[in-house]
C-alpha cells in the first residue's frame, strides 16, 4: 500500500461523489477486512513478526505495481491538472518504497526485498496492471484506441481498481488508531498504524477519490458501471489478500475455524423482529387485516368468520398501537432501579418479570380486539414470502446451515403472533431448517380465529424456551451459544449465551442494560480485547455468559465476519 508524503494537503469530495457512493455502497467488503485474523491481531499488537515480515513484503510488490500503474494512468490523460495529480500520487508512491527502508531496518525484516509474491498479492496487481494497459472488458485492444477521449477513459478505469486500496488503508487507519492505548507504549505495530491514520495519508486518499470523481465525470452510464465492477473487484481482492496472510498463532476469529461437530456443537439463536427483519411483524399483520378488510358498506358472506371493516380496523390497531406505547415506557420506567446497579443476572431476571406481565397484558387486549380474525392463511405466506429481512441476514443464516461441516443448530425465538409469517420468510430463502419458536394464529378452514396459541410473548418466555433448547443438547460435547437481538424482551438471553450480540439501536435496552449494569462494548473492539488475553495455545475459554458484557454488531455483515471469515 502506497504511503503518501506528509505535505499533502486535504481534498474533501461531495457525499455525492462517484467513491463515496461505492466506498457505502461496498461497506461489506470493509467490514469483512476489518475483521480479518490479520488485522485484529495486527490491532491487538499481538501479530507474530514473522507475518508481519511476510506482510511488509508483500506491500513492496504493491508499491511497485501502483507506481507502473499512475505511470500509464498518466500518459493515458489529456488534461493537464490530472497528469499532474496523478504524477503526484505517483511520486508520493516511490518515496513510500524509499520510506519502507526504514520500516525494513526498525522491525529487523532484512529478507523483504527477495520475498517471492503470493498469489494473492499476484491477483491485485496484475489487476491493476492489467486495468492500467487498457486491458478492461469493453475497451479496445491497448493501441487501437480510435480517439483521445477513449484513451482518458483508462486513467478512469485504473483510478477505479487503485482508490478502493487507498481508502480502506485510510478505514483500517482510523479504526486501528482509535483503540491504541496512550500509556501503552510497547504496541510493536504503533508506527504502521499511525502511518495510515495520519492526516497525509488521509488527505492523500481524499485527493485520489476526487481524482476519480473529476475523470468520470464525461462519461456514459454503462461506462460507470465499468468503474463500479473494478471498485468491487478491487475490494474483493483485498478481503482475498488481507486473508491469505499466513498466522500461525490462535486467534479469537472466525468462530468456526477450528469447529469439530462430533466433538462440539454451534448453537445460534435470534429474535425475529427488527433483528432479522425491517419492519416489525405485528405491524405486517395488521396491514394484511386492513387491506383484505371488507368496506363498510359491504355485506359478508354468511357462514364465515365476521370481520372488522377496514376503517373500524385501521382505528382499532391505532389505538392498540397508541396504548401499547404509551404502557411500554411507562413499564420500563417502574422497572429501572433509583440508581444504577452493578450487573446481577437474578436481579435483572426479577424486574423483568413486570415486563413480561405487561407483554401477555398487551396480546390479551389483541385477542380481544377481533383485529386479527379472518387473516386468510395463504395471504400470510405471501406476506412472509416478500418480507424485507436485514442486509446480509439470509446470506449469513444460509451459509450456516448449508455447511455440512459446521452442523450448527439455528433457532429463532420470537413474539411474533403468527409462526407461520416466520417460515415463508426463511423457506423462500431456503432456510426451512432454521427451528421457529413463536406464537401461532389459530386457523379455522385457512381463516383466523383471532385467537393466539402463545408460546413466547415474553421475555420470561424466552429464557424459558433458550435454556430448554440448551438442556436438549447432548452432554458430552462442548457448546458455544450466541444469541443477537435488539430489544429489552433478548436482554436475559443475550446475557445467558455465551456471546449476546446486539443489532440496532433500541433506547429501551440501553436503558435498562445500563441500570442493572450491563456493558455494551462495540464487537470489533471488543474482539481486539479478547486477541491480546487470548492463551499461547488457543485453549483457554475466552467466551463465557452471564458475564455482564453485550457485543453491539452494525449490521449483519460483522457477524457474518465473526462467524465465518470471508
Request: net charge negative; glycine share 6%; with cysteine.
Amino acid at each position: 500500500m502506497a504511503i503518501p508524503p506528509k505535505s499533502v494537503g486535504a481534498v474533501i469530495p461531495t457525499e455525492d461523489g462517484l467513491a463515496s457512493r461505492f466506498w457505502i455502497k461496498f461497506r461489506r467488503e470493509s467490514v469483512l477486512s476489518l475483521y480479518s485474523p490479520f488485522v485484529i491481531c495486527l490491532a491487538s499488537g499481538s501479530l507474530e513478526i514473522d507475518t508481519f515480515r511476510h506482510y511488509i513484503a508483500q506491500d513492496v510488490h504493491f508499491l511497485k505495481a501502483f507506481a507502473q500503474a499512475y505511470e500509464l494512468a498518466e500518459d493515458c490523460a489529456d488534461d493537464d491538472d490530472a497528469k499532474l495529480a496523478i504524477s503526484k500520487l505517483r511520486k508520493g508512491v516511490l518515496e513510500a518504497l524509499k520510506l519502507h527502508n526504514s520500516f525494513v531496518q526498525e522491525w529487523g525484516l532484512g529478507f523483504v526485498k527477495e520475498c517471492p509474491i503470493n498469489s494473492a498479492t499476484l491477483k491485485y496487481t496484475e489487476f491493476v496492471l492489467a486495468t492500467a494497459s487498457g486491458k478492461v472488458e469493453g475497451l479496445k485492444a491497448p493501441g487501437k484506441l480510435d480517439t483521445p477521449f477513449e484513451k482518458t477513459k483508462i486513467a478512469a478505469y485504473t483510478l477505479g481498481a487503485m482508490t478502493p486500496c487507498m481508502r480502506l488503508y485510510a478505514f483500517l487507519g482510523k479504526e486501528l488508531e482509535a483503540l491504541l492505548d496512550p500509556n501503552e507504549h510497547d504496541h510493536p505495530y504503533k508506527k504502521w498504524i499511525r502511518n495510515y491514520s495520519s492526516e497525509g495519508f488521509q488527505a492523500t486518499t481524499l485527493q485520489t477519490e476526487d481524482l476519480l470523481d473529476k475523470l468520470s465525470v464525461s462519461l456514459t452510464g454503462e461506462e460507470l458501471n465499468i468503474i463500479e465492477k473494478l471498485y468491487h473487484q478491487a475490494m474483493k481482492l483485498e478481503i482475498e489478500f488481507f486473508y491469505a496472510q499466513t498466522l500461525t498463532q490462535p486467534t479469537v476469529i472466525p468462530l468456526t475455524k477450528e469447529h469439530d461437530p462430533a466433538r462440539d456443537c454451534l448453537m445460534i439463536f435470534s429474535d425475529f423482529d427488527l433483528t432479522c427483519t425491517v419492519v416489525d411483524s405485528s405491524a405486517i399483520l395488521a396491514e394484511i387485516a386492513i387491506v383484505t378488510a371488507p368496506k363498510s358498506d359491504q355485506n359478508q358472506p354468511e357462514g364465515q368468520i365476521t370481520r372488522m371493516s377496514s376503517s373500524e380496523l385501521r382505528n382499532t390497531w391505532g389505538e392498540l398501537s397508541q396504548q401499547y406505547t404509551e404502557e411500554y415506557e411507562q413499564c420500563i420506567e417502574s422497572m429501572l432501579p433509583s440508581k444504577k446497579e452493578e450487573f446481577n443476572y437474578e436481579t435483572l431476571h426479577t424486574a423483568l418479570e413486570k415486563l413480561s406481565d405487561f407483554e401477555k397484558r398487551a396480546n390479551s387486549r389483541v385477542i380481544e380486539s377481533g383485529v386479527l380474525k379472518g387473516l386468510n392463511f395463504e395471504d400470510i405466506k405471501r406476506a412472509g414470502e416478500r418480507l424485507i429481512l436485514q442486509d446480509g441476514c439470509t446470506s449469513f443464516l444460509q451459509k450456516i446451515v448449508k455447511d455440512e461441516n459446521l452442523n450448527a443448530n439455528v433457532h429463532l425465538l420470537s413474539y411474533c403472533w403468527c409462526g407461520d409469517l416466520i417460515r415463508a420468510a426463511f423457506s423462500s430463502g431456503g432456510l426451512d431448517v432454521v427451528n421457529i419458536h413463536a406464537n401461532e394464529l389459530s386457523f379455522q378452514e385457512s381463516v383466523s380465529t383471532g385467537e393466539i396459541i402463545m408460546e413466547v410473548q415474553s421475555p420470561i418466555d424466552k429464557i424459558e424456551a433458550f435454556d430448554k433448547i440448551i438442556q436438549g443438547c447432548s452432554d458430552d460435547k462442548r457448546n458455544l451459544t450466541v444469541y443477537i437481538g435488539d430489544s429489552v424482551g433478548d436482554l436475559l438471553c443475550l446475557l445467558k449465551a455465551d456471546i449476546g450480540i446486539v443489532i440496532g439501536s433500541s433506547s429501551s435496552l440501553r436503558t435498562v442494560g445500563d441500570q442493572y449494569g450491563v456493558s455494551f462494548v462495540p464487537l470489533f473492539p471488543g474482539l481486539v480485547k479478547k486477541q491480546k488475553e487470548y492463551g499461547a495455545d488457543g485453549s483457554c475459554c475466552i467466551w463465557k455468559g452471564q458475564s455482564g458484557i453485550l457485543y453491539t454488531a452494525s449490521g449483519w455483515d460483522d457477524i457474518h465476519a465473526l462467524f465465518l471469515g470471508h
